[in-house]
DNA sequence: TGATACTTGACTATTTTGGTCAGGTTTATA
DNA sequence: TATAAACCTGACCAAAATAGTCAAGTATCA
């Protein structure tokens, strides 16, 4: 079970671009020379927060990408799903009666995968990127 | 982030092993065919669960595997780490001061994937094998 | 009319996963 | 004591997922 890094990649650029929210729009040039992350690779990255409307991009030459919410208003959680990196603990139907792999019943263990992925949902549910630059900030001084 | 199969198989087969405990060793054909588990990737596993010494296995006829511990000691937290399946939320050292792929400085959100990895342990420590037989003879009833 | 920066889609190398396969060894029991 | 059940080990492999790269654009500002 390990987080990937499109998602990790993801929620970094993203405290990176709010620390500058408000002032300009940033370059994922910037981004990715600050947070060392490939430029090809954020672009994918970004084109899908865009999509999901958590960031707007502005075109031209000093362009880039501003955050197209509050900050306080975006939680882990919508990062996470814009990236597609989904916490899946297992491959059966929340809602149908089939078990995995289309077997006629829930396996043994299939009630505490979902509790898992609950209890794992709860922590992405209450982090905001706004809490995310706070506790940064604190930490530097 | 997903929960690999080996991780599910291994639990699986432990809790469906600790319904038997104590009555007769069970043998790794019967898991196999009673949950749907390929009978050499549970030799795999069961492997690592002895090297852990969370069960025992009784060679020969009418051999199989017993329980190591009782039910009650054994946490997810220990079936999980026997199999390796771990939770990586990232790559660098937690001691180490250093980032990860060798950077100088901790990136922003390590503490983020820190504070996420404690609170996913916390769940598997909480679990022992004994709730999970437990949960589910309730179910059935 | 550059230069900057976003946009898109296809492609690919590496790693991880989820096994299989072959060939053992041990031991109860008929 | 033979034999079959069951554990034991290590090598091997195909498919999927990951973590990117590459190429060829388009839009906008200075
Ligand atoms: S049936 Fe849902 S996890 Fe096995
Ligand atoms: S430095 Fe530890 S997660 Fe980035």
Same mark, same amino acid.
């Given at each position: =079970?390990?987080?990937? *890094? $499109?998602?990790?990649?993801?929620? =970094?650029?993203?405290? +990176?671009?709010?620390?500058?929210?408000? @002032?300009?729009?940033?370059?994922?040039?910037?981004? *990715? #020379?600050?947070?060392?992350?490939? #430029?090809?690779?954020?672009?994918?990255?970004? *084109? $899908?927060?865009? &999509? $999901?409307?958590?960031?707007?991009?502005?075109?031209?030459?000093?362009?880039?990408? @501003? #955050?197209?919410?509050?900050?306080?208003?975006?939680? #882990?959680?919508?990062? /996470?799903?814009?990236?597609?990196?989904k916490v899946k603990t297992v491959q059966c139907k929340k809602e149908s009666k089939k078990g995995c792999?289309?077997k006629?019943t829930k396996c043994?263990t299939h009630n505490l995968w979902d509790e898992l992925e609950t209890h794992i949902n709860?922590? /992405?549910?209450? &982090? *905001?990127? +706004?809490?995310?630059? $706070?506790?940064?900030?604190?930490?530097?001084?």
């Open positions: =079970m390990r987080l990937t *890094s $499109k998602g990790r990649y993801a929620v =970094m650029a993203l405290v +990176d671009l709010a620390r500058f929210d408000g @002032i300009n729009p940033v370059s994922l040039r910037d981004i *990715s #020379l600050r947070q060392g992350i490939s #430029l090809d690779y954020l672009e994918q990255i970004f *084109s $899908k927060l865009r &999509k $999901k409307e958590i960031v707007q991009s502005v075109r031209g030459t000093q362009g880039g990408y @501003i #955050l197209n919410r509050k900050a306080k208003e975006i939680k #882990l959680t919508n990062i /996470f799903d814009a990236v597609d990196e792999n289309g006629s043994l709860n922590f /992405f549910d209450k &982090k *905001s990127l +706004d809490d995310l630059v $706070k506790e940064n900030l604190e930490r530097r001084l």
